[in-house]
């Protein structure tokens, strides 16, 4: 009976060992997964940091940009209508001496007429 016992014993430890082994895999099973799930986080953390600071960065280059695009519309408008000022300042210059050259062709010609009758 003595190696019946002693071939039960083993058997006992030999299943225990074995038991072990399974518990032993599926702890490290767990933790490659738990490893996995925290680094498919993290990198989900990381690239939501990027697209953050990315959007930042192109909100605040995208202000520059109609920034500088306003000031050269507004730079533009200015000049056009310092022209356009210039412009109407010499045509209205330019209508005035017509006027006057035509009042006083006007004036020639009444003064004939009332001097000679003739146009």
Same mark, same amino acid.
């Given at each position: 009976?003595?190696?019946k016992t002693r071939k039960s ?39 939501? @940091?990027?697209? #953050?600071?990315?959007?930042? +960065? /192109?909100?605040?280059? !995208?202000? &520059? *940009?109609?920034?500088?695009? $306003? ?21 209205? @210059?330019?209508? #005035?001496?017509?006027?006057? +050259? /035509?009042?006083?062709? !006007?004036? &020639? *010609?009444?003064?004939?007429? $009332? ?5």
């Amino acid at each position: 009976m003595n190696g019946k016992t002693r071939k039960s014993e083993a058997q006992i430890a030999l299943r225990k060992i074995k038991e072990a082994e399974e518990q032993g895999k599926r702890i490290i099973q767990d933790a490659r997964e738990k490893e996995t799930l925290r680094v498919i986080q993290d990198a989900y953390d990381e690239a939501k @940091k990027i697209k #953050e600071r990315i959007l930042t +960065k /192109a909100k605040t280059e !995208a202000g &520059k *940009k109609k920034k500088a695009i $306003i000031q050269k519309a507004t730079n533009e408008a200015e000049k056009i209508k310092h022209e356009a000022e210039k412009e109407a300042a010499s045509l209205s @210059k330019n209508a #005035e001496k017509a006027v006057s +050259k /035509a009042v006083e062709k !006007a004036a &020639k *010609k009444i003064d004939q007429f $009332i001097e000679g009758g003739i146009l």
